[in-house]
Every structure is written in C-alpha cells, then in structure tokens.
C-alpha cells in the first residue's frame, strides 16, 4: 500500500485531533494522513494528531 492509497473512507464520521474536533465529516484514512472534508471544504491532518475517529450511522 502506498502513501497515495487510502486505508479507509468513512461518509459521516466524527473526528478528534489533539487541536479539536470536527463533527459530521466525511473522512478518509491514510497511512501518516487524514482527510475530512465538510462543507466548508477540506483538510489534510497529520494522523499522529488524530486521537479517534467515530464513525456515524
């Protein structure tokens, strides 16, 4: 699996970052990043700061 290829794709997820938080994103895993992506747009999170990731039903 290379960096380019996500691990996992969530559609409606919760995120925590040691920064803060992000409700109802959309979320993609990857190996040293996270992606999420709502309607302001999208951010690139180093996955060192992620602390969980919930997913949403």
Do not use: N
């Not at 919760?14 to 959309?26: A, I, M, P, S």
Request: charged content about 35%; hydrophobic content about 35%; glycine content about 6%.
């Amino acid at each position: 699996m290379s960096e380019a290829d996500p691990i996992a794709h969530i559609d409606l997820a919760d995120v925590q970052t040691k920064t803060g938080d992000y409700h109802d994103v959309g979320a993609e895993i990857y190996p040293s990043w996270v992606r999420i992506e709502d309607d302001t747009g999208c951010r690139w999170i180093a996955r060192d700061t992620v602390t969980e990731i919930f997913e949403r039903e």
